[in-house]
């Protein structure tokens, strides 16, 4: 029976090999088993079902020698596109068992809270939190170096033609967060009063525990790089690096951020990285550390390598902050503006990807947009702004209608300079209602084995105060794109208009009366995925005429 199912399988496309590997895996990971099982049947069977398995995989630093073990087989390798190193820190108090938190460690730990969060220097650390400190530069370090030392012996041709991109995810909590929580859950009265719930105290001890994180950083900084180089002996790091890292991804899911620094060390470090994305967590830090923290950013991209194609920013909170007192504000920082204009030097430079979900000044980013500022490899762009809110602003400055305006109008008359931009998506970030998408487009390239044409997809999220600027842009915008890719295709036109239905009626005639004067595409033709399995794999040039005679 194996022999006839493998002789089926061999008989199949690899289309079709993978769409059944992949509903293998998905039934088999929601049930919590293996799919090793599969890979009996048949030595191709056993490789659709490697490729689909290994090509995104996450190992603690507790796993690596399962990691050695797998890929000790050659060809697995060339499958592997994503590797997450994920760093889970057990500081002191973690390893506190609940049911031995004993009067004489509560008394311990409440000295050891008041004196952390009334030092008044680094100088002034204790030796348990000194420790941890180093302990996390010693795992991350010790990781990071055999990773790399592990993988520099395997060639070029081993892998995917995309290279591997390599995420380190820190997950760990400062000792005084911990701390703070272990006194919540089980001595909440100590941390109340009569002004402030228990949910703000924890808040406010966690801003003060990441806000002397923040303080700290530099100095970890340098010795996370002591550590890099002492750790390697007589290697250098330069001859640890592997040529087909492609990218670095770094997420701190604590409040303990890893800064530019690091991030700027690797990149130079690694030559052949093509790609950064970059998450951070800064809703713990004071003002003054924010700007920190973006003349920090500044200086990262200035100094960012010529290699590097492709960047993202991804920021948690968006421009909010939980303060002192454990109360959400926001800030808007007048450095966001300068941020914003150096990622778009760097984009007219060398970016073919940027992706901000950090809050920047947009105003400032399209500034640069002028006649003379050209992005010419820029293909994909998300931007999320907030140099506005639901708030009218003072007198001596432009209503908010007219802000809004004028970042769409400035965003729309940039991308409509890129013609190789097939994606672009404007957001706003509001304190009170979250991220908003003011517009979205993209054009989706559809292989021709999925049947589909290409199409282009036009999102449009309109209110009454920003649809006059909106339709303006996104009509001039979708007639632009609808040309390009209409040419020897068949195209798809999907409208997704908000919040008002008069916008959306408004929008839809514009576009078609402003599609009347561009002679064969007086209407959009679109062809489901019926009509194209019984027409068959149409070539380019009968879609071609196809697109003419209608």
């Known amino acids: 029976m194996a022999t006839e199912t493998g002789k089926t399988l061999k008989s199949l496309p690899k289309e079709i090999k993978v769409m059944i590997a992949r509903q293998v895996v ?51 390798r060339q499958y592997l596109q994503y590797i997450g190193l994920e760093f889970v820190f057990k500081n002191q108090v973690e390893t506190v068992n609940n049911d031995h938190w004993t009067s004489r460690a509560y008394c311990k730990h409440l000295v050891r809270l008041d004196a952390e969060m009334n030092r008044e220097s680094i100088n002034e ?18 990781t990071l170096y055999w990773f790399i030392n592990y993988t520099a012996c ?38 109340t009063d009569s002004s402030n719930t228990v949910e703000d105290n924890q808040r406010a001890f966690l801003f003060q525990s990441a806000s002397r994180d923040f303080d700290r950083q530099a100095q970890w ?15 250098t790091f330069e001859s640890m690096t592997s040529e087909f890292i492609s990218g670095i991804s770094i997420s701190a899911t ?16 690694l030559p052949f990285a093509e790609y950064i994305d970059w998450q951070y967590n800064s809703r713990f830090c004071s003002k003054k550390q924010h700007d920190r923290l973006i003349d920090e950013q500044i200086a990262f991209v200035n100094q960012l390598p010529a290699t590097v194609k492709k960047l993202c920013l991804r920021q948690i909170g968006h421009g909010q902050f939980w303060s002192w007192s454990g109360r959400q504000m926001a800030y808007d920082s007048p450095k966001r503006g300068e941020l914003a204009a150096v990622l778009a030097l760097l984009a007219a430079k060398q970016l073919i990807k940027l992706s901000v979900t950090c809050a920047i000044d947009g105003l400032d980013f399209f500034r640069l947009a002028g006649h003379r500022t050209l992005w010419p490899w820029l293909r994909h762009l998300t931007l999320t702004t907030s140099c506005f809110d639901d708030v009218e602003p003072s007198s001596s400055e432009p209503p908010r209608a007219a802000q809004i305006q004028g970042v769409i109008w400035r965003a729309g008359r940039a991308a409509l300079r890129m013609p190789q931009l097939g994606f672009f998506t404007l957001n706003n970030a509001n304190l009170e209602r979250g991220v908003g998408v003011f517009f979205s487009f993209k054009v989706q390239t559809h292989e021709p084995l999925n049947f589909e044409p290409s199409s282009a997809v036009i999102e449009l999220f309109a209110d009454e105060s920003n649809k006059h600027a909106t339709n303006d842009i996104l009509t001039r915008l979708s007639l632009r794109k609808w040309q390009e890719v209409a040419v020897g295709r068949c195209l798809k036109l999907t409208l997704n208009v908000g919040w008002s239905r008069n916008a959306e009626m408004y929008w839809q005639g514009t576009l078609m009366e402003g599609m009347s004067s561009w002679g064969r595409l007086r209407q959009p033709m679109v062809r489901e995925r019926g009509d194209a399995l019984l027409e068959g794999f149409a070539s380019g040039s009968e879609a071609s005429s196809l697109a003419e005679s209608t």
């Open 26 to 76: 998905q039934e088999e990971y929601i049930k919590n088993k293996t799919v090793a099982r599969y890979a009996t049947v048949d030595r191709a069977w056993q490789s659709i079902v490697e490729q689909v398995t290994m090509r995104e995989l996450n190992f603690s630093n507790e796993d690596l020698i399962m990691f050695e073990s797998i890929f000790s087989v050659i060809r697995r």
């Open 125 to 142: 650390e204790d030796d348990f939190t000194a420790w941890d400190a180093r302990h996390i530069n010693f795992d991350l370090t010790n």
């Open 154 to 191: 395997w060639k070029r041709s081993e892998i995917s033609r995309r290279g591997i991109c390599l995420e380190l995810v820190s997950k760990t909590r400062s000792y005084c967060q911990e701390l703070a929580r272990r006194f919540l859950e089980y001595h909440p009265t100590i941390l």
């Open 221 to 235: 900084d340098d010795a996370l790089e002591r550590d890099l180089n002492t750790l390697a002996g007589d290697l």
């Open 254 to 269: 604590n409040f303990r951020y890893i800064s530019p620094h690091v991030i700027k060390t690797l990149a130079s470090k």
